[in-house]
């Protein structure tokens, strides 16, 4: 089955500096990845993800994710971040083919004024 | 607009009871899922339906009854709660097993 780690529960950030956030998969043949963000009391929302064919995914609010098999990793970036980017991120990963969802445990990201 | 309405958005209850939280969606999304998010846990999820009357277990189903006897609503039973479900609750619909849309969230507490 797939697993997913996100290397870091918290993260403070300045205002318009970048951010990382961090995300390993375990091994599969082929995986479908996903980063989505939770504002605080809503449900999720979807960033970017990642099926096939470029390994840099470009999402919505200037998000970017960059795939890398050979160190199974799916980082999350954003060149400058703004107050309003606090939130918790999740990475997702699946098998590819339809199967459900496997969810790491999230990162949240606090951006400091 | 379409989108995922969850109910009630708040609950408390007490252990033994039974409590249903309802799920509505106006995507016509085929897809319709259950998770629980607890603190050091991310989400986790608890059932899951392709279609009507078709449902699958998640990763934690224990104490969780589900059904869907219409597309665009999936709600979820706790038959006989316990303090350990004590959880934000959160619906998702999508076209295949990624889910593409989130509720707000239940938040629910057993006493």
């Known amino acids: 089955a797939q697993s997913v780690t996100q290397l870091d529960s918290q993260v403070p950030v300045f205002e318009e500096a970048p951010v990382e956030l961090r995300c390993n998969y375990s091994?599969?043949?082929?995986?479908?990845l996903f980063w989505y963000v939770q504002y605080p009391n809503q449900g999720l929302q979807l960033l970017l993800k990642?099926?096939?064919?470029?390994?840099l995914v470009k999402g919505i609010n200037g998000f970017e994710a960059e795939f890398n098999k050979s160190q199974t990793s799916f980082h999350l970036r954003k060149p400058s971040v703004h107050i309003s980017d606090t939130a918790e991120y999740f990475c997702?990963?699946?098998?590819?083919?339809?199967?459900?969802?496997?969810f790491g445990k999230g990162t949240r990201l606090s951006v400091i004024a | 607009d379409a989108g995922i309405t969850q109910s009630p958005r708040y609950k408390i209850t007490e252990t033994g009871r039974q409590v249903t939280l309802m799920c509505h969606q106006t995507?016509?999304?085929?897809?319709m899922f259950w998770y629980r998010q607890d603190l050091g846990h991310g989400l986790r999820l608890i059932y899951y339906?392709?279609?009507?009357?078709?449902?699958d277990k998640g990763e934690v189903p224990d104490g969780y009854v589900v059904s869907r006897s219409k597309t665009e609503n999936f709600p979820l039973t706790l038959e006989s709660a316990t303090r350990s479900q004590t959880s934000v609750y959160f619906c998702?619909?999508?076209?295949?097993?990624?889910?593409?849309?989130f509720g707000d969230g239940t938040r629910l507490s057993i006493l």
């Open positions: 997702a990963v699946s098998g590819s083919g339809n199967t459900p969802l496997v």
């Open positions: 091994s599969s043949v082929s995986v479908y």
């Open positions: 998702a619909s999508g076209t295949d097993k990624k889910p593409q849309h």
């Open positions: 995507w016509s999304h085929s897809y």
């Open positions: 990642y099926l096939s064919g470029s390994t």
């Open positions: 339906s392709a279609a009507a009357d078709i449902t």
